[in-house]
Antibody
Framework: QLRLQESGPGLVKPSETLSLTCSVS??????????WGWIRQPPGMGLEWIGS???????SYNPSLESRVSISVDTSKNQFSLKINSVTVADTAVYYC?????????????????WGQGIPVTVSS | DIVMTQSPDSLAVSLGEKATINCKSS????????????LAWYHQKPGQPPKLLIS???TRESGVPDRFSASGSGTDFTLTISSLQAEDVAVYYC?????????FGQGTNLEIK
């Protein structure tokens, strides 16, 4: 059974770079034509799509974050990663990686039916 | 961006009663080429990731109880829980997947009265 697990530092200083990794287990990230996604949720607030990446490396980002965000994939490690530069307190959130539903295979515009447990990240000095 | 607006923000319903949550999109999310509405519903319980309940505006995901139903088209959508159970207490979100950026509603907090 496929599982997603986020990892990375839980505390990042303002102006530094937030780096998270999503490890995929129970299946190969490159065996399916999914756009794997990152979504975040500030404390007590709603959900914000950050961006998505195809296993071959093509990406799409939320324009609200595009100038600071980079998503990459490492098929040899079966994982994909998120970097957000120049973070501020507004980037404090729980960060989720997620897989689209099967019927969204090959589509960037997707719903997500498999999520990691989420990793809380606090931006603070 | 397509803005998703849910109402109400918070809702308290007695056990066994009906709960109704609304979602309005700022743009049409109906694709005439395949006659589908690109609208999904999730719920999220404390400390857990969101769970997909409904896709294509009205299609229940496998394993979702049939007390959950959804309807709507174009820009106006509704999620209904026919008989509220204690385990339905959660925050409910709608999401459009018509175009990127993918966007979610602000959430509706459903509680027991």
């Amino acid at each position: 059974q496929l599982r997603l697990q986020e990892s990375g530092p839980g505390l990042v200083k303002p102006s530094e770079t937030l780096s998270l990794t999503c490890s995929v287990s129970g299946g190969s990230i490159s065996s399916t034509t999914y756009y794997w996604g990152w979504i975040r949720q500030p404390p007590g607030m709603g959900l914000e799509w950050i961006g998505s990446i195809y296993y071959r490396g093509s990406t799409s980002y939320n324009p609200s974050l595009e100038s600071r965000v980079s998503i990459s994939v490492d098929t040899s490690k079966n994982q994909f990663s998120l970097k957000i530069n120049s973070v501020t307190v507004a980037d404090t959130a729980v960060y989720y990686c997620a897989r689209p539903a099967t019927f969204c295979s090959g589509r960037l515009e997707a719903v997500f039916d498999l999520w990691g447990q989420g990793i809380p990240v606090t931006v603070s000095s | 961006d397509i803005v998703m607006t849910q109402s109400p923000d918070s809702l308290a319903v007695s056990l066994g009663e009906k709960a109704t949550i609304n979602c309005k999109s700022s743009q049409n999310v109906f694709h005439s080429a395949n006659s589908k509405n690109y609208l999904a519903w999730y719920h999220q319980k404390p400390g857990q990731p969101p769970k997909l309940l409904i896709s294509w505006a009205s299609t229940r995901e496998s394993g979702v109880p049939d007390r959950f139903s959804a309807s709507g088209s174009g820009t106006d959508f509704t999620l209904t829980i026919s008989s509220l159970q204690a385990e339905d207490v959660a925050v409910y979100y709608c999401q459009q997947y018509y175009r990127t950026p993918l966007t979610f509603g602000q959430g509706t907090n459903l509680e027991i009265k």
